[in-house]
């Protein structure tokens, strides 16, 4: 397909994407029905019809990419009538395009533009997801560091703050540090928390920041009072979690948070290197 017809095609598609209060894009289905080269509502509806069944098939449910609307529309005497139409998320949108002709020029085209720009999204997704974990594992390594040094300002000294941390992974996970390193399959000499989802780094950080709070409100001057906070509120994290069908220790362990961290300075170094033409 020439250049400057991809060109003019990207536009088009792109030109006819709408998106709701909420910031969700959609097309709506009688554009897309001019924009892949149908001329009849009727004929489009079979490829409606099929690409809604894909969307069941792969699990997901169609009435979260095809809620119906209706709207009303000018007709040749002036006056009006409401027509039925379809909200298309981008994956319907993709789904659509793989179920219509292919020996239409414009569904080829639209079956890779949505294809890339689904992969896009779900690339776009799981970097916010690791920069996320990323930032969670880092504001933990901070909390720790700041009870470390509130253990030693009222206790006179930390070295006890490895223990009282293991005992926290104890109250949280419901067995040892050493436990859960062996099920994660962690290095003997990394931390445990390098390895753990984000949602359990939050869960040791929040239980934390409650710790260095009551400790420093309540004066605690013994690391023994300290590390019983600590059980305590390591414990109702755990309850917490629990209660929402969390089970902290039966969750699978996440990529080594220092790989995650290298590929997202590389990928920031690339899009540094060369940033993004229009015409790209």
Not at 12 to 41: C, I, M, N, P
Not at 140 to 151: A, G, H, N, V
Not at 170 to 189: D, N
Not at 251 to 264: F, T
Request: charged share 30%.
């Amino acid at each position: 397909m020439d250049r400057q017809i991809i060109l003019q095609l990207t536009e088009t598609f792109e030109g006819h994407a709408q998106q709701t209060d909420s910031g969700v894009e959609y097309w709506l289905a009688r554009d897309l029905q001019v924009l892949l080269g149908y001329a009849k509502w009727e004929n489009f509806q079979n490829v409606l019809t099929r690409a809604k069944t894909a969307c069941e098939v792969s699990g997901h449910d169609p009435a979260n990419h095809f809620p119906e609307v209706r709207k009303m529309v000018e007709l040749g005497s002036g006056s009006r009538r409401e027509i039925e139409d379809l909200m298309l998320t981008r994956f319907a949108c993709y789904l659509v395009a793989q179920n219509g002709d292919p020996a239409k020029p414009q569904i080829a085209f639209a079956q890779s533009y949505f294809a890339i720009q689904t992969r896009r999204a779900e690339l776009i997704e799981q970097r916010i997801l690791e920069a996320e974990r990323v930032a969670a594992r880092r504001k933990l390594t901070e909390t720790e560091k700041d009870l470390s040094s509130l253990i030693y300002e009222q206790t006179g000294g930390n070295q006890d703050f490895a223990l009282i941390r293991s005992k926290g992974d104890q109250a949280l996970f419901g067995r040892s540090t050493q436990a859960m390193k062996a099920q994660w399959k962690v290095p003997e000499t990394r931390p445990l928390a390098d390895f753990a989802p984000t949602i359990i780094l939050k869960a040791k950080d929040f239980a934390t920041e409650i710790t260095i709070f009551n400790a420093r409100s309540k004066g605690m001057k013994q690391q023994t009072a300290i590390a019983g906070e600590h059980v305590t509120n390591n414990k109702a994290v755990r309850d917490t979690l629990l209660g929402r069908g969390i089970r902290p220790e039966a969750l699978p362990p996440a990529e080594d948070i220092k790989k995650v961290e290298r590929r997202l300075v590389s990928d920031e170094r690339k899009t540094r290197q060369k940033p993004k033409r229009l015409d790209d």
